[in-house]
């Protein structure tokens, strides 16, 4: 069973998600973003591995496994309310935590990844599960978070490739916009959605966006979201 996912992002006026880079300076605001995901319904979230990595305070994990593990899920908190997950195909990042705000981390790996970073994760208390040999599959990657942790709605905050990768595999049902007045105004910078490799021609497999509600909030920011029809 799929997981209902909305994606809930925050943008520029010209499309772009490093707030960092906006002008006006200090236009974006992390509270409105968080209010707004708790007006979603809160609960599991999933970003990529660069996301990801901003939240880790390890360097790195020893070379060395301690020992030999199965490539099955291990879950030391099985029973909570939400979940920060994180893909993290190749098993980058060394955690030294094991919650983001109180939500337990998830990992979702390819069972490629070494024995010394398994052991890494559980001596940081950060669960994991595996979804694909070597590369992380979508389909598998949703089935797995319904299967193994119960998750039947997740709100998808990657980056401009998580989140196309996920809207190219027909998987986001509503997408939640949070519209900043500011403008990034050069090259470089990821959009919401983005599709290294994909042809122009390729087109989408949505038939409608279909506006569900519109808000404005404090200072201008306008918040927009759109019911995703498959094609």
């Known amino acids: 069973m799929k997981p209902h996912i909305i994606c809930h992002m925050a943008s ?16 974006h605001s992390h509270d409105i973003y968080e209010d707004l995901h ?3 319904g809160g609960g599991s979230w999933l970003v990529g591995r660069v996301t990801g990595q901003e939240f880790a305070k390890r360097d790195a994990y020893p070379d060395q496994p301690e020992a030999s593990f199965l490539r099955t899920a291990w879950l ?6 939400a979940y920060g997950i994180v893909l993290d195909a190749h098993g980058k990042i060394a955690w030294g935590r094991s919650d ?19 052991a890494g994760l559980r ?4 669960g994991y599960v ?14 797995i978070l319904n299967t193994e942790l119960g998750i039947d709605r997740l709100l998808l905050e990657g980056g401009g490739h998580l989140n196309g990768g996920f809207l190219r595999a027909g998987l986001i049902d ?8 500011a403008i990034d105004g050069a090259s470089g910078a990821p959009a919401v959605f983005e599709g290294s490799g994909t042809a122009a021609s390729e ?3 949505i038939d409608t966006l279909a506006l569900m509600s519109h808000d404005v909030m404090d200072g201008g920011t306008v918040w927009l979201r759109y019911r995703v029809t498959p094609a």
């Open 76 to 81: 030391p908190n099985h029973a909570a309310e």
């Open 174 to 181: 509503e997408i939640s916009l949070m519209l900043v007045p």
């Open 203 to 205: 087109r989408l497999p």
């Open 130 to 143: 595996f979804a694909g040999e070597t590369d992380l599959d979508p389909h598998e990657v949703v089935e």
């Open 100 to 118: 983001v705000s109180g939500d337990p981390i998830v990992v979702v790996l390819t069972k490629a990844v070494s024995d010394a970073h398994l």
């Open 12 to 27: 520029s006026i010209d499309g772009r998600i490093l707030p960092e880079r906006w002008t006006p300076s200090g236009a």
């Open 38 to 40: 708790d007006r979603l």
């Open 123 to 126: 001596e940081d208390g950060v």
